[in-house]
């Protein structure tokens, strides 16, 4: 609107009148302004979120974005899947984060939060494949476990004739005759982790099922007694920092980890991985599910933010490129294991389309 105050022979009263609609005019644009999606222009870098097992690899696309393109280099954080997504799904806006990493996929009542909290439109990013690997310091004997014993070393409460009790077992020899008599300690992922997430529907979940008074209660009974851990040192919550786990393995040879399969391809001069059900976590074994503990890598992007904070089409286009996520691409050296060729050109249109999903992909 254009404000001119006039000669100088209008009237004091015309002046007065005028200069009261510029200034009704002047804060009306400012509450339109403040109107717009809160993404407005309040920030000029990318920010991420999420998994600590996809951190490394984000990390490095940051890094390579930030030198590569006019744009600043992003924000990026370790957080836990679950802890990345709730951020997330907080809202629009620029103090809420454009992208969240997940080591597993968004559940339906995240889902369902991101909804509610006006975060309509998400698109899912499959970036590669990953297994959980246990594993002890190189010196210690090489386990060889099932998901069976590991429910049994790991659980509050564990069956036993005919009702649940207390968790006795203090040494994996107590589990089964024929593992090492070593004390259980087990540092692993805690529960806003995706790794804990995953670790728990593949592995724990397997386990205890195994018992026929367990796979005959009600799916929440039987999550509840199938995700309890102990708390007597048996498992140790380590946190979302994974080389913090590696260094402890070190210090404590009979002690066990829980991580990604890149922790433990970065640091095998210090740890070796247990053989889980009969298979190792291999390349191989993980890209055909071979390995019982294999799962998928994933980013979500908030669609809103998408052309109001600046950048993020094309860190999508650095993410997805073949020199990236592509057998031979640079996030190959880092330990991600690659999708093959016809999955990884689904994943990457998907991306680049910003191809939205819906609460029946998140259920389905």
Known sequence: MGCAFGHATRKTELKTVIKQTCAIAAVAAVAVAGAQPAAAQARDQIRIVGSSTVYPFASTVVERFGQK??????????????????LFCAGVGAQHPDITNASRRIKP?????????????????????????????????????????????????????GELVENPNETWSDVDPDLPDNKIEVLGPPPTSGTRDAFNELGMLDGCKQFDMIADMPEEKMHEVCFTYREDGGYVDAGENDT??????????????????????????????????????????????????????????????????????????????????????????KGLIPMPESQRETWRNRAMELETISMDDVTG
Not at 69 to 86: A, C, D, H
Request: with cysteine; net charge neutral; charged share 20%.
């Open 69 to 86: 393109t006019e744009y600043p280099t992003p924000v990026i954080e370790s957080t836990g899947s679950g802890g990345g997504l709730k």
């Open 109 to 161: 009542s995240e889902f369902k939060r991101c909804q509610e909290n006006g975060v309509k439109k998400i698109t899912e990013v499959k970036i590669g494949a990953d297994g959980i690997v246990l594993a002890n310091a190189v010196e210690a004997e090489p386990m060889s476990l099932t998901t069976k014993q590991l429910y049994l070393a790991l659980a509050k409460e564990i069956p036993q004739d």
């Open 244 to 333: 913090f786990i590696v260094k402890k393995l070190a210090q404590t040879p009979t002690a066990i980890g829980i991580f990604g399969f890149s922790f433990l391809d970065q640091n095998r001069d210090k740890i070796q991985a247990a053989t889980i059900n009969g298979s190792k976590p291999t390349v191989e074994n993980i890209s055909s599910d071979k390995y019982p503990l294999s799962r998928s890598l994933q980013f979500y992007v908030k669609n809103a933010h998408v052309g109001v904070i600046p950048g993020i089409k094309e860190y999508l286009e650095e993410f997805m490129a073949e020199s990236t996520f592509g057998p031979n691409g640079y996030l190959v050296q």
